[in-house]
C-alpha cells in the first residue's frame, strides 16, 4: 500500500469515527491517535494527512452539497459513513486540492478504492458515480481539462 494511500485510510478512519459521533468529538485528537496507531512509516506525511482534513472541515458544507447534489436519490443521512467520507475525501481532492499534486483521475481512484476497502459491496460504484457525475460537471464549467484516467506506458 502507497504511504499517500495509507494517510487517506487513516483519514478515512478519523472521519469515520468523528462522523460517528455526530462531529462531537475532537478531529484533532482522532487524528493524532490514528496517526500514531495506524500510520507507522508516515513520517513526512502529516502535512499531507493535516491539510486534508483541515480542508474537508473548512468546505464540509459546500462538499456535503455537491453530494447531495449529485446523489439526489441518497439523501445525505442515508450514505453510509464510509462513503460519505470516502466522497468527502475525494471530493476535495477534486475540487479543492492542489490539481498537479493529486490529478482528478487520481482523486477519484483513490476515494474508489477506500469504499471498496472499507465500505460494502456496492461503495465503489456509488462512490464513482457521484465523483464522475462532479467530474464531468468540472469539465463542462471549465475549470478542470478533461484528463486519461489510465497513463498510458512508455
Do not use: C
Request: hydrophobic share 40%.
Amino acid at each position: 500500500m502507497s504511504r499517500r494511500h495509507l494517510a487517506r485510510s487513516i483519514i478515512l478512519q478519523s472521519l469515520y469515527e468523528w462522523d460517528f459521533y455526530d462531529q462531537q468529538e475532537d478531529l484533532i485528537g482522532i487524528i493524532e491517535r490514528n496517526m500514531k496507531d495506524f500510520g507507522p512509516g508516515l513520517e513526512g506525511y502529516e502535512e499531507f494527512i493535516w491539510k486534508r482534513a483541515k480542508g474537508i472541515i473548512e468546505n464540509l458544507v459546500a462538499i456535503d452539497d455537491l453530494i447531495v447534489k449529485s446523489a439526489p436519490e441518497w439523501p445525505l443521512a442515508q450514505i453510509s459513513i464510509v462513503d460519505r467520507n470516502a466522497l468527502r475525501i475525494g471530493l476535495y481532492e477534486l475540487v479543492y486540492a492542489n490539481k498537479e499534486a493529486v490529478p482528478a483521475p487520481v482523486a477519484i481512484n483513490e476515494a474508489i478504492e477506500l469504499g471498496k476497502n472499507y465500505g460494502g459491496p456496492n461503495s465503489g460504484r456509488f462512490i464513482n458515480g457521484v465523483l464522475g457525475t462532479v467530474y464531468k460537471q468540472l469539465i463542462e464549467m471549465g475549470e478542470l481539462k478533461k484528463e486519461n484516467k489510465r497513463r498510458s506506458k512508455k
